[in-house]
T-cell receptor, first 114, second 113 residues
Framework: DTGVSQDPRHKITKRGQNVTFRCDPI?????LYWYRQTLGQGPEFLTY????????KSRLLSDRFSAERPKGSFSTLEIQRTEQGDSAMYLC????????????FGPGTRLLVL | DQQVKQNSPSLSVQEGRISILNCDYT??????FLWYKKYPAEGPTFLIS?????DKNEDGRFTVFLNKSAKHLSLHIVPSQPGDSAVYFC????????????FGIGTKLQVIP
């Protein structure tokens, strides 16, 4: 399977703990995006990478959130000192230079903060 | 501030009939539009897209229509099949730059056998 993969698929944590999610994009895609989806809403943009450079961050991405893509391949999203309001589905997407308008999504990581 | 609006939270259609999902947008700068389908516990799956230079795009049973003057687009599914039952998200982006995609809240389609 050469689609976007995300790990873990589910994460339950206690408030105040740190969590880290991983995304592996489609191999030839140089653009990688993180979105967050809460119940009853569409995905909301969090941040975007072109290769290893993080080019845009949404105001939704508080200072407790950090994302990296160190080698321009996989990416990690870390949430420090989690809060109950962080409970959501975290989606990763990627796109290629040739078809940059179309983003392909992974299965998501569902986070529950207790 | 919902820039992409899907005003129908749900839609039920008989198998074999046409499903029409509607979407409105407010940002006149949007020039690329996409539809995604989402099953429970999965990420959105790209379905079909349309550039603002076109008013129609077809792919098999799926057709997207764009009315720029009305800032309205619709997705037609003909004929509808039970496997089409899912949540459909309308999305829009700006060409150039990094194509941040703005999503609507989705319409849940149920196709009744």
């Amino acid at each position: 399977d050469t689609g976007v993969s995300q790990d873990p698929r589910h994460k339950i944590t206690k408030r105040g703990q740190n969590v880290t999610f991983r995304c592996d994009p489609i191999s030839e895609h140089n653009r990688l995006y993180w979105y967050r989806q809460t119940l009853g809403q569409g995905p909301e943009f969090l941040t975007y990478f072109q290769n290893e450079a993080q080019l845009e961050k949404s105001r939704l991405l508080s200072d407790r959130f950090s994302a990296e893509r160190p080698k321009g391949s996989f990416s990690t999203l870390e949430i420090q000192r989690t809060e109950q309001g962080d409970s959501a589905m975290y989606l990763c997407a990627s796109s290629s230079i040739k078809a940059q308008e179309t983003q392909y999504f992974g299965p998501g990581t569902r986070l529950l903060v207790l | 501030d919902q820039q992409v609006k899907q005003n129908s939270p749900s839609l039920s259609v008989q198998e074999g009939r046409i499903s029409i999902l509607n979407c409105d947008y407010t940002n006149s700068m949007f020039d690329y539009f996409l539809w995604y389908k989402k099953y429970p516990a999965e990420g959105p799956t790209f379905l079909i897209s349309i550039s603002s230079i076109k008013d129609k795009n077809e792919d098999g049973r799926f057709t997207v229509f764009l009315n720029k003057s009305a800032k309205h687009l619709s997705l037609h599914i003909v004929p509808s099949q039970p496997g089409d039952s899912a949540v459909y998200f309308c999305a829009a982006s700006l060409s150039g730059g990094y194509q941040k995609v703005t999503f609507g809240i989705g319409t849940k389609l149920q196709v009744i056998p």
